[in-house]
């Protein structure tokens, strides 16, 4: 009696009831089926980026990143507050040193008064301790090595926030003359892997972390350093 009644005031409620029934369903099964192949893709998709990471592995202590060129080794220790807070200062003071060499020139007659020659020389002595106190600041904190497979040679950088490199030093492959490993820091849990400038007593320290990592990353700097001496 209701469903007669339904049919007679509302002729369209009879037939659209089914069509939405229907459609209910197979947008349903469509959006579950969706899911389902979003779900394997995730799947997929984290299993190639867990071996990926693997291949190109994050060393404990260091942090070996290829590139176009060769590999970038970088140690993943955090920042010391004490090192942060000095280059804090530092941008500071030298920022002082700047602005007091521009104001011994803001009143040029007392400037010219007590002697031009002093007064240039202050603002070149203010400038230049500004500059370097500045630049220190500013330079960041963390040594990257850059092991150039196409000019074979070996960089040593500094990284700022704004991620711009700062060249410490650089040196051809052949300039080396030994690879070893430094135990002396074992009784920590660490070792070091030091290059040494031709048979000088001069080293440069590419990477500290566990013994074993060090060995597997001596190896690889081995064969990439001294095997292109004997091509």
Not at 54 to 60: C, I, M, Q, T
Not at 75 to 97: K, Y
Request: charged content about 25%; overall charge positive.
């Amino acid at each position: 009696m209701v469903t007669a009644k339904v049919a007679r005031k509302c002729p369209n409620f009879v037939w659209r009831v089914p069509v939405f029934c229907h459609f209910y369903r197979f947008t349903y099964g469509c959006r579950t089926e969706v899911d389902n192949m979003t779900a394997a893709y995730s799947s997929d998709h984290f299993s190639i980026d867990a071996d990926f990471i693997s291949r190109f592995s994050r060393l404990e202590g260091t942090n070996v990143r290829e590139t176009h060129w060769g590999y970038v080794i970088k140690g993943t220790e955090a920042e010391h507050l004490r090192v942060r807070l000095a280059q804090v200062a530092s941008c500071f003071l030298g920022g002082a040193f700047l602005i007091s060499a521009v104001a011994l020139w803001m009143f040029p007659s007392r400037a010219l008064s007590a002697g031009f020659e002093l007064h240039l020389a202050l603002t070149c002595v203010f400038l230049a301790i500004g500059f370097f106190l500045v630049r220190y600041g500013t330079r960041g904190t963390m040594v990257e090595i850059e092991v150039d497979l196409n000019a074979k040679e070996l960089r040593e950088v500094v990284r700022n926030r704004a991620g711009r490199p700062s060249l410490l030093g650089k040196w051809a492959f052949d300039s080396f003359g030994g690879l070893f490993i430094d135990r002396s820091k074992l009784s920590s849990g660490e070792a070091a892997l030091m290059l040494r400038y031709r048979d000088t007593a001069t080293v440069v320290e590419v990477a500290s972390g566990p013994l074993a990592r060090i060995e597997n990353l001596r190896d690889r700097l081995g064969r990439d350093v001294f095997a292109s001496q004997l091509r």
